[in-house]
C-alpha cells in the first residue's frame, strides 16, 4: 500500500504522455498516424485527451494525500510529483496549441510555461547551494486553477467531439469565461513566480 502514492505519480506521467500524443496525433502532427485518421478518428482521440487529462489531474490530489494519510512520503515522490505537474500543464497547453490556432491563449499559455520553467530553472540552481523552496498555499492553489482552466480549455477546443450546442448564445459566454479562467491562472502563475523569485534572492543574498 505504501508504494500506492508512488504508483499514482508515475500513472500521471504515463496519462500526461498519452494525452499530448493523442492531441498531437488529432492534429495531424504525428507522422504516419495522423495521415491514417479519419475525422471522427481525431474527435475520439481528443475525447481520449481530455479524460486521460481529468484522470491525470485526479491523480494529483490523491498522491500527495494518500503518501501522508499512509506515512508513505518518500524522495522519489517528492521529485516526480512536481515533475508530474509541470509536464501534465506544459503538455496539455502545447497540445492545445498544436490543434489549431488561437490567438486568445497564445499569451497566457505562454506566460504560464515561461513561469514553469523560470521556477524549475531556480529551485534547481537553489537546490545546488542548498536553497529550498517550499511550495506555498498559493501555489497549490495556483496548481488547481490551471488544471481546471486548461481542462476547461481542453473541452473548448474540441467542443464538436464532446457534442455541446453550437448557438453563439452558448458558445460565446462560454468561450468568455474560459478564456477569462486561463487569464487568471495565468497570472496566479506570475504571482508565485514572483514570490519564489524574491524568497530565492532574499535567501542566496
Keep these: 500500500m505504501k508504494n500506492l502514492p508512488n504508483i499514482l505519480t508515475a500513472s500521471r506521467l504515463v496519462l500526461a504522455l498519452f494525452m499530448f500524443v493523442a492531441l498531437a496525433a488529432a492534429a495531424g502532427a504525428v507522422p504516419w498516424l495522423s495521415e491514417r485518421l479519419t475525422a471522427q478518428d481525431q474527435l475520439r482521440l481528443e475525447r481520449w485527451a481530455f479524460w486521460a487529462f481529468v484522470v491525470a489531474a485526479v491523480t494529483d490530489f490523491f498522491d500527495g494525500w494518500l503518501a501522508r494519510k499512509l506515512n508513505a512520503v518518500t524522495v522519489w515522490g517528492a521529485i516526480l510529483d512536481p515533475i508530474g505537474d509541470k509536464i501534465l500543464v506544459c503538455g496539455a497547453l502545447l497540445g492545445l496549441m498544436a490543434l489549431g490556432p488561437n490567438a486568445m491563449i497564445v499569451l ?26 517550499p511550495v506555498t498555499l498559493l501555489a497549490k492553489w495556483k496548481t488547481t486553477l490551471q488544471l481546471v482552466a486548461i481542462g476547461a480549455e481542453m473541452v473548448l477546443t474540441s467542443w464538436s467531439a ?39 534572492r532574499k535567501a542566496l543574498t
Excluded at 487569464?183 to 508565485?192: E, G
Design 162 to 200: 464532446f457534442g455541446l450546442p453550437d448557438t453563439p448564445d452558448v458558445v460565446g459566454p462560454a468561450t468568455l469565461a474560459i478564456h477569462g479562467l486561463l487569464w487568471v491562472a495565468a497570472i496566479i502563475t506570475l504571482i508565485t513566480g514572483a514570490q519564489y523569485w524574491e524568497a530565492a
Design 108 to 133: 497566457p499559455a505562454g506566460l504560464i510555461l515561461f513561469r514553469e520553467f523560470a521556477v524549475s530553472a531556480l529551485r534547481e540552481v537553489g537546490a545546488g547551494k542548498g536553497l529550498k523552496l
